[in-house]
């Protein structure tokens, strides 16, 4: 990791000219200046979030703010531009924020919005720190900038992490006050989805649904209440019109009691392959919200605990690891594009893998390569959907879910999970043990490994990477022999090198 820049003063400081860019150094250079933040003094116990940008123009030379700095309240982006560079050229600069800038709407007329004088000041190029995490707003400033053909990036994971850290108040009020507060509308729309579903009405919604969202998010209001309802109005799961409370598309996926009536692509395709070659198919076609413990039962009722044949002492174990299983099918369920309708969410069971389909390539500006490396930022393509499993336990607050899954797998001692692209699919694979990725290769593949290479490809597939002598201790073998198992596995492409020299590691791909 690159060691951040040290400022000088507060929020400004000045790049020599025609010097290189380097977006890790930025991003950390905006962590920096967030924890200079000046905090309003407000007597509604209102948290406000710190807030760094940073701004490197074309000579290389770098201004920064931090929100507040010249005038509580004011946003870190209108300081920088606004306060700092009002009449200069800015075409071509590259803008680092450690939050989400304000959508367009979010403020009160005249005022614009962060987005808006990102786009004017001709800015093409916006890294950001964390998504808003209001499910009313959350990505709508970054749909705004990719609309107006503003490229963005999201920060690295660990730098995400530290952000959530430093505004972990923040994030909390804000996350209650997207429940609770009265918002104004926002004017920019993610998906046809926040609308109203035609022809549906609120009797559609599932009582059942609707009381399972209650008790897992802890909610005190009853189902039906009017506060219940006035919850579901500022999550985005219902409109007003005409007096009348009515589900919009979010809404209806989430607690409708037939979701396909209306939605071709809604709900999940469940199929077992057994050993002895016989498949079983089930539609789950429930309300969202139920599915993924829907999908737990029929695998436990399908899939009898097994005998673990590696121990000393046999000992049973469970058929399949439940809670990745749940938490993969609710992130198939929330990340998926519901602009493709003639798909849907998958999950298939052989004897060796689990594999869950979700339609859609990752949200921009996530890559398959950062899933694949579970690097990938924290992000949510639907928001309105991630809240509510997200509050009921079942999903990562703002991710994608690669951290629990990554954990999960390595306290199974389980290989890694697996990410590949099928058209119009992202694939997640999981093993169900530690020979099922090995098994996973093919004949041909595994005709070519000898005994001691399928054992320590297993290793290391649980491993996620490796140096070669970390690889040597581990199998028991010399160095040599590791670096040649280890240069068959990349002539193979199972892994990639990473660095070199006495530090060079083997990532798996």
């Known amino acids: 990791m690159n060691a951040p820049i040290r400022t000088k003063g507060k929020g400004n400081t000045k790049g020599a000219p025609g010097s290189k860019l380097s977006p890790r150094k930025l991003m950390e250079q905006a962590v920096e200046v967030m924890q200079q933040s000046v905090l309003e003094p407000r007597l509604d116990r209102k948290v406000d979030?710190?807030?760094?940008?940073?701004?490197?123009?074309?000579?290389?030379?770098?201004?920064?703010?931090?929100?507040?700095?010249?005038?509580?309240?004011?946003?870190?982006e209108f300081t920088l531009l606004e306060r700092?560079?009002?009449?200069?050229?800015?075409?071509?600069?590259?803008?680092?924020?450690t939050l989400e800038p304000c959508a367009k709407g979010a403020r009160r007329h005249p005022k614009l919005s962060c987005v808006e004088r990102i786009f004017l000041a001709r800015i093409k190029e916006v890294w950001v720190g964390i998504q808003d995490p209001d499910p009313t707003v959350a990505r709508k400033g970054i749909g705004y900038l990719i609309r107006q053909g503003v490229t963005v990036h999201m920060f690295d994971?660990?730098?995400?992490?530290?952000?959530?850290?430093?505004?972990?108040?923040?994030?909390?009020?804000?996350m209650e006050r997207a429940a609770e507060a009265e918002k104004e509308p926002r004017e920019v729309v993610l998906s046809p989805l926040e609308n109203r579903l035609p022809t549906a009405e609120l009797e559609d919604f599932s009582d059942d649904a609707l009381e399972t969202y209650r008790q897992k998010a802890g909610i005190a209001d009853t189902v039906g209440s009017d506060a219940f309802n006035r919850r579901l109005l500022r999550q985005g799961l219902l409109k007003e019109e005409g007096g009348l409370l009515v589900p919009t598309g979010f809404g209806f996926l989430l607690f409708g009691k037939e979701p396909r009536t209306a939605m071709r692509q809604a709900g999940l395709l469940g199929l077992i392959h057994y050993p002895s070659g016989k498949p079983e198919r089930r539609e789950f076609d429930e309300p969202a919200v139920m599915i993924?413990?829907?999908?737990?039962?029929?695998?436990?009722?399908?899939?009898?605990?097994?005998?673990?044949?590696?121990?000393?002492?046999?000992?049973?174990?469970?058929?399949?690891?439940?809670?990745?299983?749940?938490?993969?099918?609710?992130?198939?369920?929330?990340?998926?594009?519901?602009?493709?309708?003639?798909?849907?969410?998958?999950?298939?069971?052989?004897?060796?893998?689990?594999?869950?389909?979700?339609?859609?390539?990752?949200?921009?500006?996530?890559?398959?390569?950062?899933?694949?490396?579970?690097?990938?930022?924290?992000?949510?393509?639907?928001?309105?959907?991630?809240?509510?499993f997200a509050r009921m336990g079942m999903a990562e607050e703002q991710g994608l879910g690669l951290a629990s899954l990554r954990d999960r797998a390595k306290e199974l001692a389980l290989p890694l999970?697996?990410?590949?692209?099928?058209?119009?699919?992202?694939?997640?694979?999981?093993?169900?043990?530690?020979?099922?990725?090995?098994?996973a290769l093919g004949e041909d593949v595994l005709k070519s490994l000898s005994k001691s290479e399928r054992k320590g490809w297993q290793w290391l597939a649980a491993q996620g990477e490796a140096k070669s002598s970390e690889y040597a201790n581990a199998m028991g073998i010399e160095t040599r022999t590791a670096r040649r198992h280890l240069g068959h596995f990349e002539a193979l492409g199972f892994v990639r090198k990473s660095g070199s020299g006495p530090t060079q590691r083997y990532v798996v791909v």
């Open 49 to 76: 979030p710190k807030v760094g940008a940073v701004l490197y123009k074309p000579d290389g030379t770098v201004d920064t703010a931090c929100r507040g700095e010249l005038r509580h309240g004011d946003h870190a």
């Open 84 to 97: 700092k560079n009002r009449g200069n050229k800015l075409d071509g600069s590259i803008l680092f924020a």
């Open 292 to 388: 993924p413990d829907l999908v737990e039962q029929w695998l436990k009722d399908k899939l009898p605990n097994v005998f673990d044949r590696d121990q000393v002492h046999r000992q049973e174990r469970a058929a399949l690891p439940f809670e990745m299983v749940r938490e993969a099918v609710a992130n198939a369920l929330i990340h998926r594009d519901y602009s493709i309708d003639g798909a849907k969410c998958q999950i298939v069971v052989t004897a060796d893998t689990v594999t869950v389909k979700s339609p859609g390539e990752p949200p921009p500006p996530i890559t398959l390569k950062q899933l694949q490396d579970f690097s990938a930022p924290m992000l949510s393509r639907n928001p309105e959907l991630h809240f509510v």
């Open 417 to 439: 999970p697996r990410y590949t692209w099928e058209d119009p699919y992202v694939v997640l694979t999981l093993y169900r043990s530690a020979e099922g990725v090995t098994k």
């Open 157 to 174: 994971r660990d730098l995400q992490e530290i952000i959530e850290k430093e505004n972990k108040e923040f994030l909390e009020q804000a």
